[in-house]
């Protein structure tokens, strides 16, 4: 069993900061990708950002230069440094990983069970 448990999210102002967090536990024997989601009401769930297990990161276009993805290898965590928020990002956020849980199986992708943001103007 993997879970993925997520942390951090909450109610703050516009032009806030929050850091989510999202820690990958159970049987993992390697982590390729991690990244988080996003899903307003009525609108499809979307990419924000996500990290290879080298560091590469990829961001969507409307958080670049205010949202920072980072990992921490050790403790399979994945984290998401969100500064100068907009109403426009309240979601529920989604984190996501790529993982083995064998050498001998394909990886697979995991989710968690999402974190509410919402940023008030």
């Known amino acids: 069993q993997v879970q993925l448990v997520e942390s951090g999210g909450g109610l703050v102002q516009a032009g806030g900061s929050l850091r989510l967090s999202c820690a990958a536990s159970g049987r993992i024997f390697s982590i390729n990708a991690m990244g988080w989601y996003r899903q307003a009401p009525g609108k499809q769930r979307e990419l924000v950002a996500a990290i290879t297990s080298r560091g590469s990161t990829n961001y969507a276009d409307s958080v670049k230069g205010r949202f920072t993805i980072s990992r921490d290898n050790a403790k399979n965590t994945v984290y998401l440094q969100m500064n100068s928020l907009k109403p426009e990002d309240t979601a529920v956020y989604y984190c996501?990983?790529?993982?083995?849980?064998?050498?001998?199986?394909?990886?697979?992708?995991?989710w968690g069970q999402g974190t509410q943001v919402t940023v008030s103007s």
């Open positions: 996501n990983a790529d993982l083995k849980t064998s050498p001998l199986l394909s990886s697979y992708n995991y």
